[in-house]
C-alpha cells in the first residue's frame, strides 16, 4: 500500500467494492468527507490509478472555488474529451450568454442529452467519474451529477466525490441533495490517522535516525494528520516533533517567550500556512481573526473575549466558532485546535507587535472575568509592555506560588515584573524571590545576588532571613569562612537584637565552624545547645554509642530538631555510626518526601545523598548508587557539584563502584573530581571524599598516593578532635594499603589502634570492620580468632556486605590454619550474601579462595533468587504472594516447622529480616508466572527434594 494510505484499509475497502460493482453493471456513487489535510485527494489518486489497472475509463475534474461562477465547468473538465458528449457542448455554450452572465434556468434536455451520452461511452467501456472538491462545483455541475446519480441503476457507472468539511457550496440545497443519494456505507468520513497508523506513515518518511521519542513528538504535534505530517517532515528537519510554541500551546507558564525565528524557519511549512489562511477566509468574513484569536487564547475560547480581541459582535464570534468547528480545526467538545501545529502556524502569523497586544488585552479580560491567576500570568508573560498595577503584582502573586515546584518559570515571571518597573515596596520581594528560584537554578548566582540584596537597608526581621539564607547557601559553596563573616558581621551590626535572633545566629555560627572545622565542643558561647554539644563531644571522642544513640533520640524528637536542620543531620548521623541503620534510613526516607515536597533544590540533593550513606552501610548497593546518581544530577543542574554535599556523593559513588568491581567508573569519578590536595582546610563531606579517593587508588595500584590521602584525612579528623573510627575508618583503610606495600608490620600496628578505638566506642559496625582489618593483617590463629569475633559481632546487625566481608575474611583466616571444611562452608555463605548483594568485586574473591580451598562455587548468578533451593525459591515466591505459612504447608502437603526452616534459610541468604521484604526479589511479574506451576504441578514434582520431609 503506498504511504498516502496508511490508515485507510476500510476505505479501501468501500473503493474496490464500488468498482466491482460499477464493472458488474450496477452504478454506485460514493463521498469522501474529511478536514482538510485527511487524504481525500489522495484516496481519489488511488482509486483513479485502481479503476485504470481494472481496465475502466477515468473522467476527473477539481472543483475550485475561483471557477464557481462558470457554468458546468465541472462537467465540461469530466466530459469534455468523451466523443459521445461532443456535439451537446456547441449546444451549452449557446443557451448561456457567457462567463458573466447569471445562473441560467436548468436545461433539461442538456442534461439527460449529457447523461446518455455517459451511458453510451460506459457501456463501451466501464466509466469512473471523480469529482474532487465537490462543494465548489457550480450550481448547474451539481445539479447535473444529482441527476447522472439517480440513473445509474443499471449502467456500469460509478461517481466518487470528495467534499471538506465546513466550508460553503455554491449551492447547499443541490450538495444536500445528491449527498442524500449516496449510500450510508459508501458515505465515508476520514478522520486523522490514529496513533499506531500515523507513527507507521512517519516511521516511513522519516530517516533511520529518528528514534521513537521524536517520532511520536512529531505525531502529537499534527495530530495524526497525515499532510502535516508529511509536510512537516519533508520541509526539513530543523524542529521536527518540537511542541507549539504558541502561549494557549505552552504548558501553563513553563515555556518561555517565542525566539525570533530564523530566516529559514519562517519559510518551513509556507505553504501548509497559506492553505489554512485560504481556506479560514472562505469560511467565514472574520474567520481568521477568530483563529488567530484562539491561537493567542489556547483553550479558554470564551466567545466575549474572541469578540473584544477581534473587535466584532459577540454573534459574529459564535458563528466564526461553529464554523471552525466544523472544519475540523477546532474540538467540538474542549474548543481547543485539533492539531498543535495549526495553532502554532496561526500564532507565528500574528505580527509580533500585535501579538504582545493581544496577549495584553486577554490578560485584561481574564482578569476581569476572575480567570485563574496562572492563566493571566501567561499571557502577561508574552505581553510587551504592562500598563496595569496589578499586572506586576499578580506575575510576583503566581512566582511565588510555583516558585518551589517550577523556579525557572518562577524566574521568567519575576524578571518579567521586574523588567517593567516594579514599586518601591515590590522591589525587595521581588528580588528576594528571584534569589529564591535561582537556589534551585543557579546557587553561584543566587550567592551574588543574596549577597547584594544584604546590602541594601532592610528591616531587622528581613536582614535575619536573607543573613541566614546567605550563610546557608556559602555553606552549600564550600565557603564556611565568607559565611562565618556574615553571620558575625549581622550579629555585630544587629546592635542588641532579641533573644530569638541572637539564638538563631549563634546557632547558625555554630554548625558553620563545624563544617569547617573549627569548632571545639564547649568552646562556644553560653547560648549553645547543652544537648547537641554532648552529642558532638561524645560522637568525636568516640566514648559510648549507646549514650550517643539515646542524645540522638532526644535529639530527634520534635521540636528540638526540625527535619533538614544542621542539628537533625548530626543526630541522623550519630544513630548511622552507633549501629541503628535502620532507624536512620527510616528518618531520611521521611525527609526525602518533606524535600521533594516543599523542599530546595540544595536541600533534596542532600537527603538523597544521606541517604545514600546510610544505605551503603546497609549494603544495599543498588539503592545508594541510584540515590547518589539523582543527586549528583541536581546538584549539577545548579552548578554545585563540587562543593558541599556533592563530595559526599562522589564518595558513595565510587565506593559502590569499588564493591562492583567497576574500577573503571572509581578512576572516572576521581578524575572528574575537585582537586583532592592543596587546600589548606578540607569541608567535613569533603573528608569523605578524600577517604572513598584513598581507597580508590589503593586498588588502582597507586598504593603511595592513597596513602598520601589517607594521612591528610587523619590529620584533619585530628584537627577537629574525631578520633571515633565509626565516622571514618581511616586506620582499616591505611592498614589496607600497607599491606599493598607489603607492609606488614605496620599495617597490623594501624589496624590494632583501630580496634582499640572501636572496642571502647562499642558499635557493630565500626567494631566488625576493625576486626575484619586486624584479622587481615594478622596471621594464624590470632587472624582466625579475629575473625571470628567479626562473624559474631555482624552475624545480628543489619550489616549483610560488611558481614560477607567478615565471612570470606574468616575462611581466608580458616584456610590457614589447615580447617577446609569450615573453610569452604564460610566461603559458601560469602558468596551467598555478595552474589545477592551485587557485591561482585567480593563475590570473585570469595569464588577464587573457595577454588582454592578445593570447593566447586556455582557459576556466576543473574539473580539473586537462584541462590536459593527449588523449594525454597517456591516457598518463597508463595510468601511474597501474601500466602500464610499455614496455607503453604497445606498446599505442599508438609508441616508448618518445614515451611518456616525454608523461609529462614531464605532469609539468612538473602540477607533480610522477613517476608515482607521478599517482595524486593520476587516481582509481580514472576508471581504470575510462577503461580500456574505451584498451582497445578503434580506433587510428585512438586516435592523433589529430600528435605521437603513430609508431615
Known sequence: MPQELFGRSEESQIITEMLESARAGAGAVALMEGIIGTGKTSLLRWAEATAVEQGMLVLSATASPTEQRFSMGVVHQLLGTLPETAQCWERAFATRSGAGAGPAESDYPLLAELCAGVGRAARRTPVLLTVDSIQHADRESLLWLGFLSRRLDHLPVAVLATKRCGEPASDPQLLVELMEGVRPDRHVYLRDLSPSAASDLADALCDHDHDHESVDALVACTGGNPYLLTEHIRTGPARQGAPPRGAGHAPGVLAGPTPADAPDERMRLKSVKERILCMLRRLDPHGLEVARAASILGSQLDPDILAGLCGIPVEDACRSLTRLTESGLLGPHDMTFRHPLLAELLYEDIPCAERGELHRFAARFLWHRDAPCEDVAAHLLRAHRLDKPWMARLLLDVAQGMVGRDPAGARRLIEKAMLHGLPDELGTRAESLRIQALVSLDLPAAAHALTALTAVPLGPEERLQETLRLSDILLRLDEPTAARTVLEGARGASGAPDAFAAARLRERITHVRIHEGTYRPGDGDEGEDRLERVLLLRT?????????????????????????????????????????????????DTEVRLAGAEGTVPRIAEALAVRGLVQLHRGL???????????????????????????????????VALEKDDTAAAGALLDGAPPLSGEQHVTWWRLHLLHSAGQALGRLGQARRGLALITRCE????????????????????????????STAAARRAAREETALARRWDAPFALGRALIAQSAASSGREAQQLADQALEILEPAPTPLLFAHALYQAGRAHQRVGKARRTRELLRRANEVAVSLGADCLAEAVQRELRYAGGRPDPRKDSTESLLTPTERQVSELAARGMSNRDIADLFKVSLRNVESHLTNSYRKLRIRGRHELARFFSAEEESAAAPVLLYQPRPELTPSPRLRTG
Do not use: F, K, M
Not at 549514650?547 to 526540625?562: E, G, K, M, N, Q
Open 715 to 742: 590529620e584533619e579528623l585530628a584537627r577537629r578532635g574525631v578520633v571515633n573510627p565509626a565516622v571514618l575508618p581511616c586506620g582499616s583503610t591505611r592498614s589496607t594499603l600497607l599491606l599493598a606495600q607489603h
Open 621 to 655: 548497593l543498588r539503592p545508594a548508587e541510584q540515590d547518589a546518581r539523582q543527586a549528583l544530577d541536581l546538584l549539577t543542574r545548579i552548578e554545585a557539584s563540587a562543593h558541599h554535599v556533592g563530595s559526599l556523593v562522589r564518595s558513595v559513588l565510587i565506593d
Open 540 to 588: 568525636a571522642a568516640g566514648e559510648s554509642a549507646r549514650s550517643v544513640r539515646r542524645i540522638a533520640d532526644r535529639v530527634l524528637a520534635a521540636p528540638r530538631a526540625p527535619y533538614g536542620s544542621p542539628a537533625w543531620y548530626h543526630a541522623v548521623l550519630a544513630l548511622l555510626w552507633s549501629g541503628e541503620a535502620d532507624e536512620a534510613q527510616r528518618y531520611l
